[in-house]
């Protein structure tokens, strides 16, 4: 017989700055449902930019950005895998709520996915980051240069 506890999901992640650092992060779900992990990647897959980019705030994911900022970073996290599990439900931006079932989760990223992607709702100065690289890139436009060199 199978523990409970083995039927857990780890979903794993990271964010890889622009110079291919990266910050590795994890969320682990129940599986009330039991949903095969092939199952829940392909859902998991389908709701992601280019199946494969998130805003972790968005879906209420740990952001693993690093402290320092470069006029290059971006505010996408990338989906690793999910695998089963032995580890308590774990998800730290729940930590003192309940524990989100994997159901719950790729719920939570159907909304956003019909919603849009939103490059805004991010750590503060990672926002401001990008709309400063909008206002520049709509200058330049604006001012007819080449902004595709």
């Not at 972790?56 to 470069?70: G, K």
Request: with cysteine; hydrophobic share 35%.
């Amino acid at each position: 017989m199978t523990n409970a506890t083995e039927s857990n999901i780890c979903f794993r992640y990271l964010y890889r700055d622009a110079s291919n650092y990266k910050q590795h992060g994890e969320a682990v779900f129940t599986n009330h449902s039991l949903m095969p992990t092939e199952e829940i990647e392909k859902q998991i897959r389908a709701c992601l930019k280019d199946g494969e980019f998130f805003i972790a705030r968005q879906v209420n994911i740990e952001e693993r950005f690093f402290d320092a900022l470069y006029e290059d970073d971006h505010p996408w996290h990338e989906f690793s895998r999910v695998e089963t599990t032995s580890k308590p439900a774990f998800d730290p931006e729940y930590w003192n709520k309940h524990k989100r079932d994997i159901a719950e989760f790729i719920a939570d990223l159907e909304k956003v996915q019909r919603a849009g992607w939103d490059e805004t709702q991010v750590r503060g100065d990672v926002a401001g980051l990008m709309a400063r690289q909008k206002d520049e890139l709509k200058r330049a436009f604006d001012a007819g240069e080449d902004v595709l060199k």
